[in-house]
């Protein structure tokens, strides 16, 4: 007897196994200045990000690898409108109980935080005063998974922040299992 295929049939399922039991991480992504706003998220080099004006932005090693334009939505009829919002609205008043007590048993823990930007008022000496209050934040966060690095523009007065979190999800498996209280609401 052969015992290829009974070998390869358990390495299978122990690569599937693998596959959902192995904990992970996923990198939230997102940026926001006076001129626009991106969102979106990343697993390994892939990153998906929404941007305004409705287009999908796939980015691979942060390359942009492809732009899908969101088009746009018809329009119901006034009443179709009215009908859906006040059924979602009655629906909401019957369900009172939210399970907050499983929001703490979810199996996501967050791995680390880093806010970078820059600020800039025009005024110098306001732009080190922030600057100096960003720093000694900084150093009260150093201890924590939160990073802040916060750059002074001495010259033009404007902002921009990027923000990327990462976090850690234990296992596909227990994900799911911890999401089903929520899907059986």
């Known amino acids: 007897m052969d015992l290829y295929p009974i070998v390869l049939a358990i390495a299978c399922l122990g690569g599937i196994a693998t596959l959902l039991l192995t904990s992970f ?4 992504l997102g940026s926001i200045n006076p001129d626009g706003w991106s969102a979106g998220g990343g697993l390994g080099p892939i990153s998906l990000l929404l941007l305004p004006k409705r287009t999908l932005e796939l980015r691979l090693f942060g390359r942009t690898v492809y ?6 939505e018809t329009e119901d009829s006034p009443d179709e409108m009215q009908d859906e919002k006040s059924g979602i609205l009655k629906e909401a008043e019957k369900e009172t ?3 907050f007590s499983q929001l703490l048993k979810m199996p996501v823990s967050i791995d680390s935080v880093t806010l970078s930007g820059r600020i800039g008022t025009g005024d110098a000496g306001e732009t080190g005063k922030l600057y100096g209050y960003s ?3 900084r150093g009260a966060l150093r201890t924590t998974r939160i990073q802040l690095n916060i750059l002074p523009d001495f010259a033009e007065e404007g902002w921009s922040v990027r923000i990327r979190a990462r976090i850690r999800i234990r296992s596909l498996f227990h ?3 911890a999401l089903v209280p929520f899907v059986q609401r």
């Open 97 to 99: 109980g939210f399970p």
């Open 67 to 72: 732009t899908y334009i969101i088009p746009e």
């Open 135 to 137: 720093a000694a934040l």
């Open 25 to 28: 991480c996923v990198t939230i």
């Open 175 to 177: 994900l799911v299992r």
